[in-house]
């Protein structure tokens, strides 16, 4: 790796170069304006690219990322871009994707301290602290992964009660509310039926996008303990 990072700059000019030569004028009909039809929020981590993960150009998903897609009632950034989104850019959708194994909610979950970073992981510890019998009852291969789906299911519910999600739909503008998770396994993303389309919506969502997350979490505990288990089948 060079200081300069000519490497970069090099892949950047075949890109661009490859990008024109397959549609001739993409960029410079992005050059006055952007119209994204999706906002992202997801997690910082490099292994979770959003354009890449759904196949989207330049121009056709606005994102946002932080570590563990958190959406934090007084992130003035994280707000900054959801009020963007909604008000100028108007997209028809807003995705919190949280992704398996995530560094963070592993932190979180595990009292793992890292520094500065503990403090915005807080914030996964309450939801954590929120579910703490459901995910001690669960097998300990599985409780991060668990945390991982709660933790979406909780930021998507605060992006519905953000002050801009809820004056739109107060309004009558068409924003919908999506929770996923993106498997770093195997490349997927699974919907975890967190959608909603206004706030009378909301609370019955979360209650059932919650409650599948626990029954599929109970069903994995049971097979995870009959696995570590092999011999009390014969028994
Ligand atoms: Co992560």
Request: net charge negative; glycine share 8%.
């Amino acid at each position: 790796m060079s200081t300069d990072l000519q490497e970069l700059f090099q892949s950047n000019r075949q890109w661009a170069a490859a990008t024109e030569a397959r549609e001739p004028g993409f960029f410079t009909r992005l050059l006055n304006q952007q119209s994204p039809q999706y906002l992202w929020i997801g997690c910082a981590d490099s292994r979770v690219p959003a354009n890449d993960l759904v196949g989207l150009l330049p121009g056709e998903l606005f994102v946002h990322r932080n570590v563990a897609n958190l959406l934090v009632h007084s992130d003035l950034n994280a707000l900054s871009v959801v009020q963007y989104a909604v008000d100028a850019l108007q997209v028809s959708h807003i995705i919190v994707v949280g992704h398996s194994n995530c560094g963070g909610v592993r932190a979180a979950m595990t009292n793992q301290r890292a520094g500065l970073v503990d403090n915005w992981l807080r914030h996964v510890q309450d939801v954590r602290d929120a579910h703490e019998g459901f995910l001690a009852g669960l097998h300990e291969s599985l409780q991060v992964n668990a945390l991982v789906e709660l933790n979406v299911l909780e930021q998507a519910r605060n992006v519905c009660r953000t002050t801009v999600v809820s004056d739109a739909w107060h309004r009558g503008q068409s924003v919908v509310v999506h929770g996923w998770v993106y498997g770093l396994h195997n490349g997927l993303l699974e919907d975890l039926k967190i959608t909603a389309t206004s706030a009378d919506e909301v609370g019955l969502a979360y209650d059932t996008a919650l409650a599948l997350v626990k029954q599929r979490y109970r069903q994995l505990t049971v097979l995870a303990g009959a696995a570590a288990m092999p011999s009390a089948a014969g028994a």
